[in-house]
């Protein structure tokens, strides 16, 4: 049985990690290669890197930050933030990242899912969907760090990039994120069972049980967090104990 992923998220502003709620209200959490290390040591399975303001700024991703990072953890490492071309993505992997996401640029222009995967694989491409259920109870993608709405509902939009050589989902609820009030369930479990690749469920993991939620009811392949691992409420490795002892299969 393959075990359920744990993943700390570092969302990156300024060379700082910063955390917000619904999107918005950003607020330090502290130095990014600090926490990195500490993750590694405390049994995360994997790390995600956002630098949240590049596609707005319109820069690269912090590739020397990235590279600080890579040195101080031993487990699997997903940059995303400012990625459009095959150097970019080389100059990531050269320097420590395993994994790309991207998001803005792949729903602008789908070609670069093919361009990516073939080149670097599917297993290094990971779409990151920003995603969010408006009053007429669909679910819309959103662009550029949740700042643009489309009116493309989420379902089609993962289909197409899996048809086009994604390998993973990173599905980020807007609704929930930062609420601390358990994950959007309807949505993660319903592109977990129309999809062949795995679903990471992100936004609104506030204690342990929401965890257990997403990954039976929501069919999460894994779950990311950010403020409930930054400020130390809840602990990977009791968050993990807990999990084990309710059934799930975790890496121990």
């Known amino acids: 049985m393959l075990t359920k992923r744990i993943i700390p998220c570092l969302d990156i502003k300024d060379g700082r990690t910063v955390k917000g709620v619904n ?4 607020r330090d959490a502290g130095d990014p290669i600090e926490l990195a ?19 707005v700024e319109k820069r690269k991703t912090l590739s020397e930050l990235v590279n600080k990072i890579a040195h101080k953890i031993n487990i699997p490492f997903t940059v ?3 990625i459009q071309t095959e150097e970019d993505v080389s100059i990531l992997l050269q ?17 670069i899912i093919n ?29 550029k760090g949740g700042r643009e709405k489309t009116n493309t509902l989420t379902m089609d939009w993962a289909k197409k990039a899996v048809d086009l050589g994604v390998g993973e989902i990173l599905l980020t609820s807007m609704n929930h994120d930062g609420t601390k009030q358990g994950f959007a ?30 990954f039976t009811t929501g069919k999460a392949d894994a ?10 409420e809840v602990a990977i490795p009791h968050l993990k104990k807990y999990l084990n002892e ?6 121990i």
């Open 23 to 26: 999107f918005e209200q950003l």
């Open 37 to 55: 290390a500490f993750y590694a040591n405390q049994g995360a399975d994997e790390l995600v890197f956002l630098d949240i303001t590049a596609t």
């Open 80 to 82: 995303g933030g400012g």
């Open 95 to 111: 320097n420590g990242a395993d994994k790309i996401s991207i998001n803005t640029a792949a729903f602008q222009n789908p070609d």
């Open 115 to 143: 361009r990516f995967a073939k080149n670097f694989g599917s297993q290094c491409v990971v779409l990151a969907i920003d995603t969010k259920l408006e009053a007429d109870g669909n679910w819309y993608v959103y662009l």
């Open 185 to 214: 369930l309807d949505i993660t479990a319903a592109l977990s069972s129309a999809l062949a690749v795995p679903i990471i469920a992100s936004g609104g993991g506030g204690n342990e049980a929401h965890f257990y939620d997403v």
């Open 223 to 232: 779950a990311l967090a950010a403020s409930i691992f930054h400020y130390k």
């Open 246 to 251: 309710k059934g799930i299969a975790v890496r």
